[in-house]
């Protein structure tokens, strides 16, 4: 039987939990297998999920959400203009994003992927593609 969770709280111990990638953190209606084995589908007035959240599930069943790594591009710039430059068409695109001083960190998308091949071809900007916990700027993608 599925479980439904219902509401979303923090600081209680759990009975369970789920490893949770950037992208399923964000789906409202998420449906994902706890570690134990247990399926649930999240229906709760906050669905774009944090690390440590606790779901409590309509019969009580508390799941502590982690999160996993990502699979993420790192772009390293030589000048500011290149950098400006991609940095807009990535927001273009209305992908979350880690800006610092001449990098940019992404996750690994379809929507990006043109970006990342034209970058590959520019002298002064290094793509490295990683795997990590990714972690964007701001709260343009939604906080509770």
């Known amino acids: 039987m599925i479980k439904k969770a219902t509401k979303i709280i923090r600081d209680i111990k759990a009975d369970d939990s789920v490893l949770l990638d950037w992208f399923d953190m964000q789906k409202p209606n ?45 772009l390293t ?5 290149t950098f400006a430059r991609i940095a807009y068409e990535i927001g273009n695109r209305h992908q979350a994003i880690c800006i610092e001083d001449l990098k940019i960190t992404i996750l690994e998308d379809i929507s990006t992927a043109d ?30």
Do not use: M, Q, R
């Open 115 to 144: 970006i990342i091949k034209a970058c590959k071809s520019i002298d002064n900007v290094d793509v490295k593609k990683t795997k990590a916990i990714f972690k964007p700027n701001g709260n343009a993608h939604h906080s509770h």
């Open 30 to 74: 998420l449906c994902a297998i706890t570690k134990n084995g247990i399926e649930f589908i999240v229906k709760a007035k906050y669905t774009h999920l944090h690390e440590n959240d606790i779901l409590i599930c309509e019969d009580g069943y508390k799941i502590k959400i982690s999160k996993s790594e990502d699979n993420l591009y790192i």
């Open 77 to 81: 710039f030589g000048d500011h203009i």
